[in-house]
C-alpha cells in the first residue's frame, strides 16, 4: 500500500483542508505514515499569513530536497496551501525537486501529481468525508474572501467567497455525529459571508438551523467573524439555539479608526462596539475573544494607546496579538512603508499581551466556583482536559473518556485555564435533538 503523510501549519481550514486530503487517499487505498521518511508522498499544507509560516515550510522543504535525493527520486513533494499562488512559476524555480504546487483545496492537483490514470470524477471530493480523531472537528463552509484587508495574504491565495451547499454541509455534520464528533466548529474565513454566493441566500443562521437538530450532535461553533457581516440575526440565533456555543471570536485588529481606514476593514470603531453591545445584551455569558495587529504601516504612539485602551475597555477573554510584518503582494506592502521599528513592534505586543493576562485572569478567576459543562477533549495521565461552552479550557480529575460530557465545579484559575472537580458522572450525551 503506498503512504502519505501531511504536514499541516497555520489555521483551522488548513487544518481541515489536510483532512479533506486524507479522506480522499485513503479512499485510494493510501496509509498515513507517521514520518516524512515512511512516505511515498509529502505534503506540506503551507501558511502565508505570517513571514514565520513561510520560513518553516521552507526549512522542511531542505528536509525534503535532502531525503528525496537518498531516495533517488522514490518520493513525490506537494507543496499546497497558501503559500501556492495564481501563479507557482518563482517556487518552481526555487524548488525544483518539488513535483506539485497546489492552490488551498486544490486537492486534485495533488493527486493528478501521483495518480495521473485516475479519473476521480465531480462527486468524488464533497463525498470524500474526513475521519473525526476525536470528540471536535472542523467543518469548512465557505471558502476565500472578499474583503481584501490591506494587509492580508489570504484572497490572493485562497480566493473569492465560495459557499458550500447547506444539503452538503448537513450531509457532512451527521456523518461526523454518527462517527462520534460531539461539537462541529463551522469554518469560514468571514464565516458570517456564508450564503451570500448561493443562489437561495442563505443566512449563517439559516445553516445554524438546518444543522441544529442533528442526532448525537451537541455543541455548534463558528469561526472567524468580520464585524461588518455580523447580523442581528446571526447574534440572536446564537442566544437562541441551545446548541450554538456563546462564544464569538471578531477581530478588531486595531483600535484607531485611521488605522482601521488604512488596513481597509470597513467599519468604524463604533460600529465594532456596537456588535459586541448586541452580543452581550443578547447573549447572556457569552465569551469573546479578538485579534489584533501592532506596529501597522504608520501607527503612531497614540494609535497604539487607543488600541490599549479599547481592549482595557471591552476586556476581551482572549486577545490573539500580532505584530504586524509585511507580506509581499499584499496592498499595504505595494502602498505603504513599514516604518514601525520592530523593537517598538515587540514592546507594543508585550504590552497588549501583559495587559491581557490580567484582564483573562480576572474573567478567569469569576468562574471559581461555578458549574461548567466541559466537553471531553483529551487525557493526560489522570487528569481530563475539555472545553466549556464558551471555549475556556478545563483540566480535572474523573473518569470519563472523549466525547463525554461532565459538569466541573470550578476550583482554580489561571489566565490560560480552568481546574475543578466532576460533579456529576461524565457519560455520554443523549442523542437527538
Ligand atoms: S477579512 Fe481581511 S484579514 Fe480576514 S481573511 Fe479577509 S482580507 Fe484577510
Known sequence: ????????????????????????????????????????????????????????????????????????????????????????????????????????????????????????????????????????????????????????????????????????????????????????????????????????????ADLFRAIHDTPGLERIRFLTSYPKDMTDDIIRSVGELPKICEYFNIPVQSGDDAVLARMRRGYTLSEYRSVVEKIRRWVPGAAISTDVIVGFCGETEEQFRRTYDLLAELRFDKVHVAAYSTRPGTIAQRTMADDVPQAVKMERLHAIEELQEGIAAQINAGLVGSVQEVLIEGKKGARLNGRTRTNKIVHFSAQGQTGDTARVLIEKSSAWSLQGRLMAPAGPVATGS
Open 1 to 204: 500500500m503506498p503512504r502519505y503523510h501531511i504536514w499541516t501549519v497555520g489555521c483551522q481550514m488548513n487544518e481541515a483542508d489536510s483532512a479533506r486530503l486524507a479522506a480522499g487517499l485513503h479512499r485510494l487505498g493510501w496509509l498515513e505514515a507517521a514520518r516524512p521518511e515512511e512516505a511515498d508522498l509529502v505534503v506540506l499544507n503551507t501558511c502565508s499569513v505570517r513571514q514565520k509560516a513561510e520560513d518553516r515550510a521552507v526549512s522542511k522543504l531542505g528536509l525534503l530536497r535532502r531525503l528525496k535525493a537518498e531516495r533517488n527520486g522514490g518520493l513525490k513533494i506537494a507543496v499546497m496551501g497558501c503559500m501556492v499562488g495564481l501563479r507557482s512559476q518563482h517556487l518552481q524555480e526555487r524548488f525544483p525537486f518539488v513535483d506539485v504546487f497546489a492552490r488551498p483545496q486544490a486537492f486534485a492537483d495533488v493527486l493528478a501529481a501521483v495518480l495521473p490514470e485516475e479519473d476521480l470524477g465531480g462527486e468524488f471530493w464533497p463525498s470524500a468525508l474526513p475521519e473525526p480523531s476525536g470528540s471536535t472537528a472542523f467543518v469548512p463552509v465557505v471558502h476565500g474572501c472578499n474583503k481584501f484587508c490591506t494587509f492580508c495574504i489570504v484572497p490572493y491565495r485562497r480566493g473569492r467567497e465560495r459557499s458550500r451547499p447547506v444539503a452538503e454541509i448537513a450531509h457532512e455534520v451527521a456523518a461526523l455525529a454518527g462517527r462520534g464528533v460531539r461539537e462541529v466548529t463551522l469554518l469560514g474565513q468571514t464565516v458570517e459571508a456564508y450564503g451570500h454566493d448561493l443562489p437561495e441566500r442563505p443566512s449563517l
